[in-house]
């Protein structure tokens, strides 16, 4: 629990001094992380890794077609699936980074939907009825 | 590199800074190093007309976007890059524009998503509702269903019972007829006065101004003026309409 949390679980209205004394403290021993170049470095590190892997093992496999010697083939094909096994990693990570920032926006899209969504409600609650209005009127010229 | 300012003692530092600040939505920069302050205990304005730059630059305060170049301090420290909800938790709070309340939530579950940084939902009901007792009697409205000045004061108390050493209001004002913006401003000047830094991003320079000890004014993504409220009267006019100085 932060010094904030228990400030405020003693139900006290600090004063002013105490406030910046607490946003100093916090602010200093805050780890900036700086999240957003991490996600777009591991992303480019991702693709990177998925497509170097896939061109290394198309390689490795080629020349090991070249090679008589039955040791040579045995290592280019080891090297070649493990080039594969880099290349999903790769992907995994390529698509870790990428869907996180994708669910962000759509994430962020959910919430403005929703919220467009109420302010209709509201107002379409919030507008008289125009045939109640009508009927009204026309009762009213009636009498 | 130092995590604190330059040449200055964290005690003298302002508690929210920017300086040089630049930053862009893809390849299209709208900030072009702004420079802004907000020293302890007072009440800074930033004004400026519509598409100048003032929630963009907001957004980079709060941390919601990263500045391209330039540095963010909070009480002297480096904090450019960290992320909002970080922020949000050492004490810089930020009312973004558009209210940011949760429509479909009553006001009481609008108030519990603040007990994740301040305690017990009961004390914190018990602040808000003493400064807001309109939103008390409105405790089991969706907030979505509350007037446009109820939200502002619904998304201001939600703020203030995080107990926030700095605040930053972008637009109060949208929205909402003169009479409500003049309660919220005199709530805002009540909140100064309890000690809390202010930075109100403001369109609307005359509702703020009345309560600003600074301003600063934003013409094409730079402050292009900063000082006393009443000096920066004339600028006001050119900054607005573009008249050339």
Redesign the interface.
Known sequence: MSERQRANHEHSEPPAAERIARLEQEAANLKVRNSAKRDGILQAVGALVMVAGVVVAFVAYQLSLDKADDRDIESLIILAISMLGVSVAGAAVFLRYSLARFLRFWLLRQLYEGQANVDRLVGALGQPNSSEEHEVAGSGGKS | MSLVRNGRE?ADAP?LELVGVRAAYGGIEVLHGVDLAVP??SVVALLGANGAGKSTTVKVAAGLL?PTTGKVY??????????CH?LA????CTIPEGRGVF??LTVRENLWMATQ????LD?LEEGAYARFPLLGERRTQ?A??LSGGEQQMLALSRALV??P??LVLDELSMGLAPIVVQQLYDIVAQVAQ???SILVVEQFARAVLGIADRAAIMVNGVVAHAGDPSELQSELSSAYLGENE
């Open positions: 964290p508690l302890r205990g990263p909070v009480a002297g420290r480096d904090v450019t890059g960290a992320s970080d938790r050492i004490g810089v429509p479909n940084v301040s305690g017990r004390s969706l979505g269903s995080t107990d050493a700095v309890e000690g809390i």
